[in-house]
């Protein structure tokens, strides 16, 4: 079955030091990968999606993710953090022929340390 | 440019009670989702529509109605409101089924 797996709930790190968000899936096929942003009281906003080619992918306000196949993983990076980065972070997989197969994992909340 | 609009952002109602929640687009994407949010489960699916008339169950789409006779609109009525359906609820559209979606500011719902 189709599933996303953030396993930690809540991080904190110093303002200025680098961040890796950790998210593994499970799927039967080639994924459609996804990190969404949600700041309090917003929706979600889209840093960034993979769906082939290079396993490196950039996103917005200088976040990057690595598809790692062997690993089932996809985790979130940033080399320095600002405290604006503050929010919860949501992985998601999707893919097939069926638009209801977006799975989103349960949150990683990123708090910053002055 | 409003995107996506989703009204009321905040609600208050009692049990039993119908209430209904509005998702309006302006950008003519073919794919509108409803989402509830809750501690501990991330983003779960009610109901989404690949088009006007076209609508189909998500993951948790028990004591949920929706219709879309339009395709800019999709409401999302609950018909006879518990408590367990206190939450916060999301709507989102793409224009294509393997497109990121767009979400709305959510609409924060509480049954006393």
């Known amino acids: 079955a189709q599933s996303v797996t953030q396993p930690d709930i809540h991080i904190t790190v110093s303002e200025g030091a680098s961040l890796e968000l950790r998210c593994n899936y499970s799927y039967g096929a080639t994924p459609y990968l996804f990190w969404y942003v949600q700041s309090p009281g917003q929706g979600l906003q889209l840093l960034l999606k993979?769906?082939?080619?290079?396993?490196l992918v950039q996103g917005i306000k200088g976040f990057e993710a690595e598809f790692k196949r062997s690993q089932s993983s996809f985790n979130l990076r940033k080399p320095s953090v600002h405290w604006s980065d503050a929010a919860e972070y949501f992985c998601a997989v999707g893919g097939g022929s069926s638009a209801s197969k977006i799975i989103f994992g349960s949150g990683t909340r990123l708090s910053i340390r002055p | 440019d409003a995107g996506i609009t989703q009204s009321p952002r905040y609600k208050i109602t009692e049990t039993g009670r119908q209430v209904t929640l509005m998702c309006h687009q302006t950008?003519?994407?073919?794919?509108m989702f409803w989402y509830r949010q809750d501690l501990g489960h991330g983003l779960r699916l009610i109901y989404y529509?690949?088009?006007?008339?076209?609508?189909d169950k998500g993951e948790v789409p028990d004591g949920y109605v929706v219709s879309r006779s339009k395709t800019e609109n999709f409401p999302l009525t609950l018909e006879s409101a518990t408590r367990s359906q206190t939450s916060v609820y999301f709507c989102?559209?793409?224009?294509?089924?393997?497109?990121?979606?767009?979400f709305g500011d959510g609409t924060r719902l509480s049954i006393l």
């Open positions: 950008w003519s994407h073919s794919y």
């Open positions: 529509s690949a088009a006007a008339d076209i609508t």
């Open positions: 989102a559209t793409t224009n294509d089924r393997v497109q990121p979606q767009h």
């Open positions: 993979y769906f082939s080619g290079d396993t």
